[in-house]
């Protein structure tokens, strides 16, 4: 069994970053039990695939964007693997005119403002799902070594000025519907 302390009094552990992609993850493992092999979660910004569409075609998700609520990125084939997409357009305020997203850089206490979203694709989605948040806060060329890094992993990252920067591993090429 492992174990984990907090140093001080008051201190509390988020799970908000991986906890969906945990939850999907999870319910994959608990049809795959009960003989379905086939399934899509989605939980939030985590989709996790397995198998094929009924149709025996592969699984089909989009990457929306961020600032366009009706237009996608890109879609992506999914099989055996799991998307998460973390941005400032869902939970966010307006502050003198600047989007503040709940995401926040733990060096600095305040919300990241340098990016808009980042999707991070990996073979489970308690990965992608923490993957995703801690892109947003590393920024793109950070963000970019890490995946690069971590075998089986791919990322898709916007930046504040709407720039496009993906890992060599990102599957599709982007074209915006």
């Known amino acids: 069994m492992r174990s984990a302390w907090l140093a001080q009094q008051g201190m ?3 799970v908000g970053s991986f906890s969906k992609g945990y939850v999907a993850d999870r319910a994959l493992e608990v049809l ?13 910004g985590t989709i996790c695939a397995r198998g094929v569409k009924p149709d025996g075609s ?3 998700v989009a990457v929306r964007h961020p ?27 307006e502050k003198k ?4 997203g709940h995401i926040i850089d733990p060096r600095t206490g305040m919300p990241v403002e340098r ?9 489970k989605g308690i990965d992608s799902d923490a993957l995703s948040t801690a892109l947003f806060v590393l920024g793109p060329e950070k ?11 791919a990322a ?3 930046t504040h000025d709407s720039s496009i920067v993906m890992s060599q591993s990102w599957p599709e090429k982007i074209v915006i519907y």
Request: charged content about 25%; cysteine-free.
């Open 97 to 100: 005119g600047k989007r503040r």
């Open 67 to 93: 600032r366009k609520e009706d237009s996608f990125l890109t879609f992506i084939t999914l099989r055996d693997a799991a998307i998460s997409t973390s941005g400032d357009y869902e939970r966010f305020y």
């Open 156 to 158: 898709l990252l916007v």
């Open 115 to 123: 990016m808009q979203s980042v999707s991070v694709i990996a073979e």
């Open 143 to 153: 963000g970019i070594a890490l995946i690069d890094s971590l075998p089986g992993t």
């Open 32 to 44: 795959q039990q009960r003989g379905i092999t086939n399934a899509l979660i989605a939980a939030g």
């Open 58 to 60: 592969p699984w089909k």
């Open 12 to 14: 509390w552990i988020d």
